[in-house]
C-alpha cells in the first residue's frame, strides 16, 4: 500500500502546499515525537538540522512545537549535512532525528527526513506507523503542561560533525599542496565543508558558499557541475567536488574538466577496498546504475546487486546482505564502514584520501567505460500516468525494440512530479527512438 505522506526520501513538497505547511509540521513532529518517545523510557530528546532554505525559518518552529507539546526535548542545531545530523542522533543516543531539507530541489520546495536513534533512515514500516499517528485526533498525544518538553540551541554542531569525520582517518592525514574546487551548492555544507579541508592544510576555491534563503542549488551543486568544471580548469586545480543542497551527495570532477558520477566513484572505492582487503561482500547499486559498473564489477569478481532507487533503500539491502559500500549514479553514496547514509563529504574525503600521492585525480577515477545512458525527466500532473494502458503499451514496445541491446527503466519519482525514463545501450539511436516512443504515450 502507497504511504500517505512518506515518499523515497522523507515527506517533500512545494512550501505552503499540501504536506509543506507549519500546521503538517506541527503534526509531523507530534506524531514522529510520540512514535519515538514510546521506543525508550529514558529522558526524551529530538535533534533537528535543516538546510538553508528561507522556508525553515516557518517550518522548523512548528515542528519543534509539535514535539515539544508531545513530551519531547529538542535540540536545534541550524545548517548541518544530513549524514552530519544522522552521525549526531547516533553519538549523542537521541531518540529521533530530524534534518528539515529538500535535498537537491531548488528553494520553494522543502520537506523533512526522519533518523531513528540508530542514525539510520526509517523503514517503510515505521513510516506507516508514524503515519497512522498523523492522522489521528491531535489531542490524544497532547502532553501533560507539566510534562512539555524543552528547547535549546546546540552551536558546536558541525564542529562535532567534523570531529567524527576526521576520526575515521589516521591522524597524519592532510592534503596540503593540494587545491580543490569546492561547491557547496549555497546548502548545508557550507559551513562544515571548506572548514574541514582548510584544517586540513588544502587550498580551496569556493562556489556555492553564500546562501541567501533562495540560491540553494540554483545554477551550482551536484545537479549542475558544469560550475565545477569550469573553475577547475581555470584555476588548474587537483579536482572538484560538488556537493547537493543538503550534501548528501558528491559529484566530482578530475584536473582536465571531466565529470565524475556516482558510478566511477563507487567503481574507484570497490576497487581500492578489495585490494585494502577491507570490502565487505561486495557493491549494491540501483537500477539507475550504469551496466558498465556492473560489467566491470564482474570482471574483478565483486559482487553486484541492484535495490530500487533510493539511498534508504540501496542500505537496507547493505544491511541484508552485510555489505559496507553501495551508492547511486547521482551521488548518494554509502560508506558502510563509517556511515548510516549518504555523506558527500565524507566519501570526498576518501576518494582525497587515496588522491594524496598520486595527485591525477583522472587516472584514479576514471574506472570503467560508461555505457551511453540518456535520462529523460517528463513533469507530470499525475504520476500514476505510467499505469494508463496507452503507457505500459508504449513501454512494452520500447523493450521489444531494445530487446538485448540495452535496457530501459520508466519510474515514478520519489521527490518530484516527474516521470523519469532511462534507457541505456551502445546504440544512441536506439535509446533516442524508444524514449521518444514512452515520452509520446506519457504526454
Avoid at 520537506?111 to 489531542?139: A, H, Q, R, V
Avoid at 560533525?161 to 576520526?167: D, S
Avoid at 553486484?304 to 559500500?325: A, H, I, Q, T
Avoid at 565524507?346 to 582525497?352: D, G, P
Amino acid at each position: 500500500m502507497k504511504n500517505k505522506y512518506f515518499g523515497t526520501d522523507g515527506i517533500r513538497g512545494t512550501v505552503n502546499t499540501g504536506n509543506i505547511t507549519g500546521e503538517k509540521f506541527f503534526k509531523f513532529g507530534l506524531a514522529s515525537g510520540t512514535y519515538f518517545k514510546n521506543q525508550k523510557k529514558t529522558k526524551q530528546v529530538a535533534i533537528i538540522a535543516k538546510d538553508t532554505r528561507l522556508s525553515g525559518y516557518t517550518l522548523e518552529p512548528a515542528l519543534v512545537s509539535g514535539l515539544v507539546s508531545g513530551g519531547m526535548h529538542v535540540l536545534t542545531l541550524g545548517p548541518l549535512p544530513t549524514n552530519g545530523l544522522a552521525m549526531l542522533t547516533k553519538s549523542m543516543k537521541a531518540n529521533m532525528g530530524i534534518m528539515i531539507t529538500a535535498s537537491h530541489n531548488p528553494f520553494f520546495d522543502n520537506g523533512l527526513k526522519l533518523f531513528g536513534p540508530d542514525g539510520m533512515k526509517l523503514s517503510d514500516k515505521i513510516e506507516k506507523k508514524i503515519e497512522k499517528l498523523i492522522d489521528k485526533n491531535i489531542g490524544t498525544h497532547l502532553s501533560n503542561p507539566k510534562y512539555l518538553g524543552r528547547v535549546k540551541r546546540l552551536e558546536d554542531g558541525n564542529e562535532r560533525y567534523i570531529k567524527i569525520l576526521k576520526n575515521n582517518f589516521p591522524k597524519n592525514f592532510h592534503l596540503k599542496g593540494m587545491k580543490i574546487v569546492l561547491d557547496c551548492a549555497n546548502g548545508a555544507g557550507y559551513k562544515a565543508a571548506p572548514k574541514l579541508l582548510r584544517q586540513l592544510g588544502a587550498k580551496i576555491i569556493l562556489i556555492g558558499d553564500k546562501p541567501n534563503g533562495l540560491n540553494i542549488n540554483k545554477n551550482c551543486g551536484s545537479t549542475h557541475p558544469s560550475r565545477i568544471k569550469y573553475t577547475v580548469k581555470k584555476n588548474k586545480a587537483h579536482v572538484g567536488i560538488s556537493f547537493d543542497g543538503d550534501a548528501d551527495r558528491v559529484i566530482m570532477c578530475d584536473e582536465k574538466g571531466k565529470i565524475i558520477d556516482g558510478d566511477q566513484i563507487i567503481a574507484m572505492l570497490a576497487l581500492r577496498w578489495k585490494m585494502k582487503k577491507i570490502l565487505k561482500g561486495g557493491v549494491i547499486g540501483t537500477l539507475m546504475s550504469n551496466y558498465g559498473l556492473e560489467k566491470l564489477l564482474k570482471r574483478q569478481k565483486i559482487k553486484f546487486f541492484r535495490s530500487k532507487v533510493g539511498d534508504r533503500y540501496v542500505k537496507e539491502k547493505m544491511k541484508k546482505l552485510n555489505f559496507n559500500l553501495g551508492g547511486e549514479q547521482s551521488g548518494h553514496i554509502i560508506l558502510g564502514k563509517f556511515a548510516t547514509t549518504g555523506d558527500g563529504l565524507l566519501v570526498a574525503l576518501e576518494v582525497l584520501f587515496s588522491l594524496r600521492k598520486k595527485r591525477k585525480a583522472s587516472k584514479l577515477l576514471n574506472v570503467f567505460r560508461p555505457m551511453p545512458q540518456i535520462l529523460e525527466n517528463i513533469t507530470v500532473k499525475d504520476k500514476e500516468v505510467i499505469s494508463k494502458s496507452k503507457c505500459k503499451i508504449a513501454i512494452k514496445k520500447a523493450n521489444q525494440i531494445m530487446g538485448n541491446k540495452g535496457r530501459i527503466l520508466v519510474r515514478k519519482s520519489g521527490t518530484e512530479p516527474k516521470i523519469r525514463i532511462m534507457a541505456e545501450s551502445d546504440n544512441k539511436n536506439l535509446i533516442l527512438k524508444c524514449i521518444k516512443l514512452i515520452k509520446k504515450s506519457i504526454k
